[in-house]
């Protein structure tokens, strides 16, 4: 199960960091992705990391997004700096343990059919 949180309303240019905790033991072992999805609009893949810490952005949040993991805690973040109206999205995070989507994500895919889904949480950016 994942679950996430540290969603909210921010103005246009502030920071915001969402979290995504995952339950069981084996958090450690897991590709870990964040996506996004307004209404109407398809899902959009934002970033991911492996369980060794490689991680991949899509364009559109290169340098502005850092994702992160702490396996201690069986947490993953998603950093949002400079954030933009068009940022507005619901975020959800997913997880897969298969050397196929670990290998996916190093050379440059966040896959979209993850094993593992939380519900989302809603990031609104005010202009």
């Known amino acids: 199960q994942l679950v996430e949180s540290g969603g909210g309303l921010v103005q246009s240019g502030g920071s915001l960091t969402v979290s995504c905790v995952g339950s069981?033991?084996?958090?450690?072992?897991?590709?870990i992705g964040w996506y996004r999805r307004a209404p109407g609009v398809g899902r959009e893949a934002v970033a991911c990391?492996?369980?060794?810490?490689?991680?991949h952005y899509e364009d559109s949040v290169k340098g502005r997004f850092t994702i992160s993991r702490d396996n201690s805690k069986g947490t993953a973040y998603l950093q949002m700096n400079d954030l933009k109206p068009e940022d507005t999205d619901r975020y959800y995070c997913?997880?897969?343990?298969?050397?196929?989507?670990?290998?996916?994500?190093?050379?440059?895919?966040?896959?979209?059919?993850?094993?593992?889904w939380g519900k989302g949480i809603l990031v609104t950016v005010s202009s």
């Open positions: 997913a997880a897969d343990d298969t050397d196929e989507v670990q290998g996916m994500c190093i050379a440059g895919t966040t896959y979209h059919g993850m094993d593992y």
């Open positions: 069981g033991d084996e958090f450690s072992s897991y590709t």
């Open positions: 990391i492996t369980k060794n810490g490689a991680r």
